[in-house]
């Protein structure tokens, strides 16, 4: 079998997305160092926003984590107060959790260091080609879903009536 070159590891699309990740994650931990989050903690926390009272279980679906991932970003949060975690109405096996008002604040003044980390990732690319790249990743993520270590599933908004 013959020796693979470089070249041809380095245009491989899972290479391509590592090295993608890691510059993604590197490029929001330093626009969001001044808050303390990383891309985990503010998708924690975000989806604690939208759905206060959320179990463990349910939040991590939510974010595509498996159950080690999610405990381990919840117990960093919950030492800094950010995340408060009370007995399930609907489950004695379950815990509820929500945004400490602390967690609220906080996350309000991820916003624009968010934001700012989003607009510096996609700086490079044109406003079409921003839109392609979100386009094809949505499409990959959807057409590969079912080979996903650990699951995603959107948590069910409630549309306005």
């Known amino acids: 079998m013959p020796i693979q070159s470089l070249a041809r590891l380095y245009t491989r699309p899972g290479f391509l997305l590592r090295r993608a990740h890691q510059i ?38 939510a974010l595509g ?31 509820s959790i929500a945004l400490s008002p602390a967690g609220v604040d906080l996350l309000e003044l991820a916003q624009k260091p968010a934001e700012t980390a989003y607009r510096r990732l996609m700086g490079p690319l044109t406003a079409e080609q921003q839109t392609q790249l979100l386009d094809l990743l949505q499409i990959l993520a959807t057409g590969l879903e079912g080979s996903a270590r650990a699951a995603f599933v959107p948590p069910e908004v409630p549309h306005p009536a």
């Open 24 to 61: 993604s994650a590197a490029v929001f931990e330093d626009e969001c160092r001044i808050v303390g989050l990383t891309p985990a903690q503010f998708g924690v926390l975000t989806v604690l926003r939208a759905n206060p009272g959320v179990d463990q279980s349910s939040l991590a679906r």
């Open 65 to 95: 984590f498996d159950k080690v991932t999610v405990l381990r970003v919840l117990r960093g949060l919950e030492g800094r107060g950010l995340v408060e975690r009370s007995p399930s109405p609907f489950s004695r096996r379950n815990l």
